[in-house]
């Protein structure tokens, strides 16, 4: 099942509470600007409301609610989208009312993952997590999902049109979660086939560079573009710096209010962040809150795998890193916004020594000192696990020094 959003037209809702202050709920509603242009979707306007909690019944308030609706007449908008997972009721309450397609953060995000989803994994894995999505939400719909299967005995007395919908939904999930454990297998099996190489993953906020650092490292052509959720399927790329080979997996990337069914339909691909040796964090240091992205991605990782994996943090864009200064008779404490670069490595970075790197992987800017940090962290994983292999590698490198001298003389 899959929501058409094409070159519509649409408006966006959030709201402003003592847990989400107006400059985090701005940020949040750029963010499913982004998403929403993604999507195919046109954002024509913003809409916020202070509130304590979100209203229980229809997210904002019935004034602001009226509000929408006179917007969405007059402008003729064609979807509003809302920057919380609405509940069956509020759905149930907004679309009543406002009478035009209604979407949440994560049916826009499951919308996004179905346009993006190539491989017959990755369509599982959307098509699973959108049952899953859909099934509490039947009161809303009206459709069957596929034909009604005949026989005697498959359908009960006075069995109603949402109660044939969800025992469909419910077959259709338990096949789908099948299939998925046969995808699993057959991926683990592939893992196990790649031998004993060390594997490096690259994890990361989406839209943060990702895949064009995989391209420069791993000399491949993986699809990437300034849209989120460019990468939907694992790619792994076997790559060779200077004598020493290893595994190089680009994964899936990660964003707040991400939908725990979707992290949970998606296993099997972020089994290569759990079965890595290495993880290397791209982080957008030129996005104004890359901290909070930062941990955002972070607490995923402890989700998906507790323990705790070594890990490179790149900060990517460095091209892109722009900054105000102050004004020097300007008393206020330094912000963010006027940091430069330089400044920006001496606070809390500056602790992690060999552990962090600043990059730009578009302009190639510093990739050959990612490359020298790569080696020799791979190599230290090589040694210590085959601290055998590691002696012949060293004595190897003592006769090619050796050569070299004599030839010179």
Request: charged fraction near 30%.
């Amino acid at each position: 099942m899959k929501t058409e959003i094409y070159e519509e037209t649409a408006v966006l809702v959030g709201v402003i509470t003592q847990n989400q202050k107006e400059e985090k709920a701005r940020e949040y509603l750029d963010e499913l600007a982004f998403l929403a242009e993604t999507a195919g979707a046109a954002p024509q306007k913003l809409f916020f409301q202070r509130l304590e909690y979100p209203n229980p019944k229809t997210f904002v308030g019935p004034g602001k609610l009226i509000e929408i609706k006179n917007y969405v007449i007059e402008h003729e908008i064609g979807v509003v989208i809302f920057d919380d997972e609405l509940s069956p009721k509020q759905l149930r309450n907004i679309e009543a009312e406002l009478q035009v397609l209604i979407l949440d953060r994560t049916s826009l995000i499951l919308d996004i993952f179905a346009k993006r989803a190539q491989t017959a994994n990755a369509k599982t894995q959307v098509e699973l997590a959108q049952l899953q999505y859909t099934l509490p939400r039947l009161t809303r719909l009206w459709t069957h999902l596929e034909r009604q299967q005949g026989g005697i005995g498959m359908r009960g007395p006075g069995e109603t049109q949402i109660e044939t919908d969800r025992r469909i939904i419910l077959t259709k999930i338990s096949l789908l979660k099948q299939n998925l454990k046969d995808i699993d297998q057959q991926m683990t099996t592939q893992r196990k086939n790649r031998g004993k190489m060390v594997r490096v993953a690259l994890v990361g906020y989406t839209n943060v560079g990702k895949s064009t650092l995989m391209n420069l490292i791993s000399k491949s052509d993986i699809f990437a573009e300034n849209k989120l959720f460019a990468t939907l399927d694992t790619t792994v790329r076997k790559v060779i710096i200077d004598n020493l080979p290893f595994l190089l997996s680009d994964t899936v990337g990660f964003i707040r209010k991400l939908p725990h069914h979707l992290v949970q339909s998606f296993k099997s691909t972020l089994d290569e962040v759990r079965e890595a040796d290495l993880l290397l964090h791209v982080v957008d240091v030129s996005h104004s809150n890359f901290e909070e992205q930062l941990e955002v991605v972070n607490q995923t990782l402890k989700d998906i795998d507790p323990v705790e994996k070594p890990m490179i943090l790149i900060f990517n864009k460095i091209d892109a890193f722009g900054y105000t200064p102050k004004e020097e008779d300007d008393l206020a404490p330094i912000k963010r916004e006027n940091m430069s670069l330089d400044d920006l490595k001496n606070t809390w970075m500056a602790k992690m020594h060999d552990n962090c790197i600043f990059i730009s992987a578009k302009e190639k800017l510093n990739i050959d000192s990612l490359k020298e940090m790569l080696y020799e962290k791979i190599k230290a994983i090589h040694i210590e696990r085959y601290p055998y292999n590691d002696f012949l590698f060293q004595n190897y490198t003592d006769i090619e020094t050796e050569t070299e001298e004599l030839t010179q003389r």
